[in-house]
């Protein structure tokens, strides 16, 4: 046997005689220690910096920061592969034990970083020691892979299609150095108390002294032909996993369950592009989407289409959509505009492709216009709600948001009479809550993270842009226009602004109409700051004693800018939000948002802080009803300054005790 290279792709796959772990490249328990420091372990994702630049002196063109973690290389070190089959140990153990003596099956995939391929070729070697079967899908974004999951672990076990589980290789949006893990059982992420256990258990492994040489026998214990049979078989999986998100993406889209209903609508939709043209530019910047459905799915809905940056691993500029990350795309709509002004919209996902961001044209600038991130979330919420409407749905509606998401929702969702439940930050606390919710009677069918972009449309439980650009798609062409009769109608209705209404309504038109907040965007250097102390709830404590000894001479400005006047804190910690008092600090390790009220009681604004689980930074945020960008800052440095100043003296104080 030899290196083996994908059938379409060219790209090579692995070479099954190669164990990528020896005696003589075996590291010390030291370095394994050293190496493990950077790991960030919780249930949106283990992750570090896993590319070895030590042996390939490449970095991404557009990073002027030529750090380990803006590497382009493709090698991972010794310690940091015996890391990664130890994080394949704790999951074979874990899943063995829910398959109950049975040989389970995984669905591994990866995203498109440099090193995806090392990584999962240590893993599918360790999962396949260990009795597991492993089908391997190559590059895939996290949408596809676990929509497959959802469709194969609902089969029966004696079908052949059956699987147990899926593990994905990524690193989301952080820089292409970087790469992870994540685990999932059906078409969502493991919950909070599930890999918890994981988490206990991959830290014992790294804490072993004898962990070099347990990787090492993991690795070398695979069957070679069972291994060169899982890479052979990559192209196959791949075309049974994108026929089931395509189906999953039309159920999704259309949230109808029956084919003939989904046909109904697509077709529905698809007149009213070919009536009324509308076409997308897609830049999808080297990332796994560049191996999915999306010009096939588009062109079912007969959008136009440009397709941009298709290459899967070739980043044209840094993995995160936002800011400037979303030029290239704005540049091709502005172009594709003029060419042809049914283009109106464009989109750019990240690197394993389960979050876009938009772009649209603005008629009233004449130029392409990127949106922020809670923008788009607001649109995709009220388009979700207006098309429960459209439908006819009587039952109680819930929209679930993370504790990041602006106030903007609560009022979009006040006006079709929903309620706004809030999680603490991560994936899985907001799928959590909403499964809560409805398993209590309530219709959920949209939720997300709002501060991240992008949105989670029931029945998936990841982010998607497929999700996201199709709620707008509908929010355009759904009804008939010439008569009044669409979900922007229901919207205007909705809100005492029928009058607003005109039948060429364009996106901006939307926009327009849209509750007005100013909320700071997650992806600004100053929303996450690099904090010294350690202890997050000492800092929480520590803000609290400035934030009330302030609050006296601040609530004067406070209630003369905002009119605001009171004040109420409030902690997420997994999929619950409560009232904490003046007891930050019983927030613990999740988010801190401090509401503030007018004295009629409305909610004008919030500070939000909480430490990150997947990168080593502390994140802030406010949001300010009828707020400018000026208010947004003037508010934002106050808060800045008291996290500052709390960092500063728990560390001080750490020093002292240190």
Known sequence: ???????????????????????????????????????????????KVFADPSTEDTYAQWAYDRSAENSLSRTISSADTVIVAGMALVFASFIKEQCKGRAPIVLLGIDTRPTGPAIADVFARVLIGEGCSVRYLFIVPAPEIMAFAAQTTSLPLDNEAHADAFAYISASHNPPGHNGLKFGIGGGVLTGNQIAPMIAALKSFIADPDSPSLALAAISKADLRALAQCYESVAHWKRFSQSAYMLFAHRVFTDEDSLERQEEVLSAIATACEKRPLGVVAELNGSARTQSIDQDWLSALSLQTKMLNVEPGIFAHRIVPENDSLEDCRAALAEAHQENPAFMLGYVPDCDGDRGNLVYHSRMLQSAVPLEAQQVFALACLSELAYLKWKGETRPVAVVVNDATSMRIEAIATAFGARVVRAETGEANVVACAEKLRSEGWVVRILGEGSNGGNITHPSKVRDPLSTLGSIVRLLRLGDANSGKTCFNLWLDAIGASDRYRPDYELEDIIDSLPQWATTSAFEPYAAMKIASNDKIALKNVYQRLFLEEWPRMQPQLAARFGITAWKALATIGPVEQEVGSDFGASGNGGLRIVLFSHAGEARAFLWMRGSGTEPVFRIAVDIKNGSSEDEAWLRSWHTRLVMQADLLVSKAQDIVG
């Open 1 to 47: 046997m030899s290196r083996i290279i994908h059938p379409i792709l060219g790209l090579p796959i692995a070479d099954p005689n190669k164990i990528p772990l020896s005696r003589e490249n075996l590291p010390s328990s030291e370095d394994i220690q050293n190496a493990a420091r950077s790991l960030i372990l919780s249930a949106s994702g283990w992750r």
